[in-house]
């Protein structure tokens, strides 16, 4: 049973909190540990915190900005990371060692939450799960909180949350490395190769992911993809709690039988009645029909297959110029999220690809990819990864395909556009993160979606 509330308050009352993040999502935390008369300290890598730094300082709080940002963090009693902090940071290390209790708003907010809790990761397919159990469970009537990765922050709305509410988290493998709570039921989507520059290793991240039902009781859940090899080794593994498996290829708890989505041995709807387009998207619906069952009517699970349309930078249709379809899928950061999105176009597509390079191969993307694609344009610092992955391929198969290289997203947008004739679909579906040309991959895909729409119809 998780832990009443007013024993953090009163564990927090004067002590010397220190809050590594000052961006929008820790605002809340920030005023929230203020409210309960904490000495707090903010640490944060930029120099400057704009108007929101002279606020703080009128509460007293003590600011560490710049390159000694995490100077801040040393004679501190409690540390809340951000999860771009990794746990084996030195500084983080030797809070530790020298008994300070660190932790993160998630961390806190799964010791503490009282309501009933549906936590969903994985490599690709988190965000979607994620919406479509919140609207599944939304539909069907009951209160509803959506936060981690996606929505708005919970923790300084904890006191609002009831045992019958439900709160529906997306958790990154960042949140989970040192999670010591779980959610009551949990989604691993699927795990591949990801965030590779920041985990030491495949294992690590394998076993952050895991961490989302590690620390379940008994009356746990567990939801599992049995066609991804790592998820499906995990479900084997499990033994002190309730596994339910999903899969496309094969009978599952939820599964695709004969083209209908069905969940434990009901039939919801058949795959040309759901709205979200791609393979990949029916996986995720299954994850989200297992998770809840139990919970949510066969009827109310068909609703939303076949009204929910998707959420956006996922494969979202942008514009139409000349009879040239344009999408958007600048959420696919790795190579395994851009093959998905391939997979779900009915014909070869113009791909813009490219970003920061996460430290994964590109190989699969070449091997598996090159049949979907009719021209293959690439920026960002990888580009020359990518490329030369492809070059490889075409020579291995005896095959051609047309890569042109670009300087900037707005010289990839119309170098594609170029290459295409009427009928011709351009995605942007980087297999990278955004980070060596936008902060975020949403930005980039606001920028791309801002670059379709300036183009003139001739």
Do not use: W
């Not at 390159?67 to 030797?94: C, H, V, W």
């Not at 344009?377 to 990518?386: A, D, F, P, Q, R």
């Not at 297999?431 to 729409?453: H, T």
């Amino acid at each position: 049973m998780r832990c009443f509330f007013e024993e953090f308050k009163k564990n927090i009352k004067g002590k010397k909190v220190a809050i590594v993040g000052a961006g929008v999502s820790n605002t809340p935390l920030i005023q929230m540990m203020i409210d309960l008369g904490a000495n707090v300290v903010v640490c944060d890598k930029k120099e400057s915190l704009g108007e929101y730094e002279s606020e703080l300082r009128k509460n007293n709080v003590e600011l560490f900005l710049g390159i000694d940002y995490l100077e801040g963090t040393k004679d501190a009693d409690i540390i809340f990371r951000t999860p771009s902090l990794m746990p084996t940071n030195p500084y983080i290390q030797d809070a530790i060692k020298r008994g300070a209790y660190v932790t993160s708003e998630m961390g806190e907010f799964l010791k503490y939450c009282r309501g009933k809790i549906i936590g969903i990761t994985g490599s690709d397919g988190k965000t979607t799960t994620t919406t479509l159990v919140h609207e599944m469970l939304k539909k069907q009537g009951y209160n509803v909180f959506l936060g981690g990765n996606i929505g708005n922050p919970l923790f300084h709305k904890i006191e609002e949350i009831k045992e019958d509410d439900f709160v529906v988290l997306e958790l990154s493998s960042f949140q989970l490395i040192d999670a010591k709570y779980s959610p009551d039921r949990a989604i691993i989507t699927n795990i591949t190769p990801n965030h590779l520059d920041i985990h030491k290793d495949m294992q690590e991240y394998i076993d952050a992911k895991k961490n989302i039902f590690a620390n379940q009781d008994n009356n746990g859940v567990v939801v599992l993809n049995l066609d991804n090899d790592i998820t499906r080794d995990i479900a084997n593994s499990v033994v002190d709690k309730t596994v339910r498996t999903f899969s496309r290829k094969q009978k599952a708890f939820a599964y695709l039988n004969d083209n209908v989505l069905t969940v434990n041995e009901n039939a919801v709807c058949k795959v040309d009645e759901v709205k979200l387009p791609g393979m990949h998207n029916i996986e995720n619906l299954l994850a989200a029909f297992a998770v809840v069952y139990d919970y949510v009517s066969i009827d109310t699970m068909k609703y939303i297959a076949m009204n929910f349309t998707g959420v956006e930078h996922r494969i979202e249709f942008v514009r139409e110029i000349n009879g040239v379809k344009f999408y958007n899928d600048s959420i696919a950061s790795s190579p395994a999220r851009t093959l998905a999105g391939l997979k779900s176009f009915r014909q070869k597509v113009i791909l813009i690809a490219g970003g920061y390079d996460k430290n994964i191969p590109f190989e699969p993307l070449a091997e598996e990819g090159i049949d979907h694609i009719k021209c293959l344009v690439l920026i960002g610092k990888t580009k020359e990864k990518i490329k030369n992955a492809f070059i490889n391929t075409m020579e291995k198969r005896n095959i051609n395909l047309d890569i042109v290289e670009a300087t900037t997203l707005e010289d990839a947008v119309l170098k594609a556009f170029e290459k295409a004739n009427k009928g011709d679909i351009i995605t942007l579906s980087p297999a990278c993160a955004s980070f060596d040309m936008f902060k975020n991959f949403e930005e980039r895909g606001r920028i791309f979606k801002e670059i379709v729409n300036k183009i003139s119809l001739t």
